[in-house]
């Protein structure tokens, strides 16, 4: 019988520690095949970051390191100027880690226009830590910090991260995707390899925001948070291109 699917060889095989309906094991498998497709898991070094995404070293089969919380966009950058023609390096961040503790790293890291690639994963809310409001909480959105719901008079508004970024320089390429139904899912695809293509083409500083899910915390079942994401997450986090052009430190 003909295989018409494959596990990529860009993941380890082993049993996933996310929760049912979380869509980071999505997600892993994208940039897997990304990886894959482009033959570029002996050059690829990933950096874990902490929140759910903590042991992702443990699925993705290319050599990983792990960073301090917020600090993956620091390591990576490091990685980088050490090893600029030899590797790939991708940052792979939660919202919590890379939003919150981590704003100031990936802020400056976008307005240098380091030529790495981030995997930006929106659920909206800290999952590894109990569910938390986090920087891109929704308004209204109930948490373990917020059982009322998000107010804007006492907890702000929600960070558009793909918005701020966009407006630095040396930003090349940042784009908002989801993965709520498989149409959305193909199109992921295509920006996550879009985004490791530019840094093999040495364009800067590319970043894919990918809408996720969070089951647990959310307090639905998976078909449900596919449909909040849709109409909920989509409405206040548009999606589509935000930025795309090639920066090489010369101002254009």
């Known amino acids: 019988m ?7 060889s860009g993941l380890i095989d082993r049993e996933t520690h996310y929760c049912p309906g979380c869509t980071h094991g999505i997600i892993h498998r994208l940039v897997g095949e990304v990886l894959e497709e482009l033959d ?25 390191t792990q960073a301090a919380h917020g600090r993956a966009p620091a390591v990576a950058t490091g990685l980088k100027r050490v090893l600029p023609k030899e590797r790939l390096i ?4 939660g ?20 030529n790495i690639t981030v995997i930006f994963v929106n659920n909206a809310i800290y999952g590894m830590t109990g569910g938390q ?18 107010a804007a008079q006492t907890q702000g508004l929600p960070i558009r991260v793909s918005e701020m970024l966009a407006t630095l320089d040396g930003a090349s390429y940042i784009e908002r995707v989801s993965t709520h139904d498989v149409p959305h899912v193909i199109k992921a695809k295509k920006a996550i ?10 364009k800067g500083f590319s970043m894919v925001e990918i809408l996720s899910t969070c089951p647990t915390n959310w307090g639905l079942n998976p078909e449900e948070s ?13 999606l589509g291109v935000y930025k795309d052009h090639s920066y090489k430190g010369d101002g254009v």
Not at 90 to 93: D, N
Not at 95 to 114: F, K, N, P, T, Y
Request: hydrophobic share 35%; net charge negative.
């Open 2 to 8: 003909k295989a018409v699917f494959e596990r990529t």
């Open 40 to 64: 570029a898991l002996e050059q690829t070094v990933g950096v874990a970051s902490v929140g759910c995404s903590v042991l992702s070293y443990h699925y993705f089969n290319c050599d990983m």
């Open 90 to 93: 991708f940052t792979y961040q």
């Open 95 to 114: 919202d919590g880690d890379l939003a919150s503790i981590g704003m100031g790293e990936i802020v400056h890291a976008a307005a240098r226009g380091e």
């Open 133 to 150: 409001m986090a920087p891109t909480s929704l308004l209204g959105q109930k948490t373990a910090t917020t059982p009322e719901g998000r």
């Open 193 to 202: 390899k879009k985004a490791f293509q530019n840094q093999k083409d040495e």
């Open 226 to 238: 596919m449909q909040w994401v849709k109409d909920e997450m989509v409405p206040y986090y548009p």
